[in-house]
Structure formats: structure tokens, C-alpha cells
């Protein structure tokens, strides 16, 4: 059973920086795709970013180029990086994971994947 555990949330003022990281144990095959997803209160949850085996990733419009996703397969660790940050940005953050490649259109859907951690807040005030 694959378990991801999310780490790195925090408060911080907008235009600022943090770094959320997704540590994965369990059955890990060679394969993996993984995910980061976040939702706001009030609202449902949404894919942010993608990566897959490759490195190739996928970004929602409202983080591209402020937020950036990248895995150390090593230590079987997702990132995800996040400048400029925005209060809209606020949101619990979420791991995900999945052994099936999701098609190109089903990459920040949240059906795309089987495994989800349990979260890491994050706030950014103005």
C-alpha cells in the first residue's frame, strides 16, 4: 500500500516563497505518476501540478510560472515549489499518486488518482 505524507505548509505574506514536499513509501513501482492537488474552503478540490516518470510535467493555468514540480525518484520525494504566492493561493495542499499513465487531459483530475495523503496547509495572507 503506497502512503504519501505531505510536509512543508505554513502562513506566510503574499509574494512569498514555500516548498512542499510528498514523501512516498510503500509498494513503489517504477512507474509512478504523481500529482499535487489543493482546495480551498468552500471549494472543491483542484489539480495544481503533475509530474510523470519522465519528469514531464503539468501546471493549472492560475500556477504556471510562479509554481514548479519536481521528484527525487532517490528518495522517492515530489516537490513542489511555490513563489510569488498569492492569498488564492491558500488551500490544503495534497499529494497524489497512481501506477497508470492519465491521459494527457486527465492530469490534474483527481479520478486520474488512486493515492492521496492527508495534507499540508498553506496560507498566504496580504
Known amino acids: 500500500q503506497v502512503q504519501l505524507v505531505e510536509s512543508g505548509g505554513g502562513s506566510v505574506l503574499a509574494g512569498g516563497s514555500l516548498r512542499l514536499s510528498c514523501a512516498a513509501s510503500?509498494?513503489?513501482?517504477?512507474?509512478?505518476?504523481m500529482a499535487w492537488f489543493r482546495q480551498a474552503p468552500g471549494k472543491e478540490r483542484e489539480g495544481v501540478a503533475s509530474?510523470?516518470?519522465?519528469?514531464?510535467?503539468t501546471y493549472a493555468d492560475s500556477v504556471t510560472g510562479r509554481f514548479t514540480a519536481s521528484q527525487d525518484n532517490a528518495k522517492n520525494t515530489l516537490y513542489l515549489q511555490m513563489d510569488s504566492l498569492k492569498p488564492e493561493d491558500t488551500g490544503m495542499y495534497y499529494c497524489?499518486?497512481?501506477?497508470?499513465?492519465?491521459?494527457?487531459?486527465?492530469?490534474?483530475?483527481?479520478?486520474?488518482?488512486?493515492?492521496y495523503g492527508q495534507g499540508t496547509q498553506v496560507t498566504v495572507s496580504s
Open positions: 497524489a499518486a497512481d501506477f497508470s499513465r492519465p491521459l494527457s487531459y486527465a492530469r490534474l483530475k483527481e479520478y486520474a488518482y488512486d493515492y
Open positions: 510503500g509498494l513503489i513501482a517504477r512507474n509512478v505518476y
Open positions: 509530474i510523470d516518470d519522465n519528469g514531464a510535467t
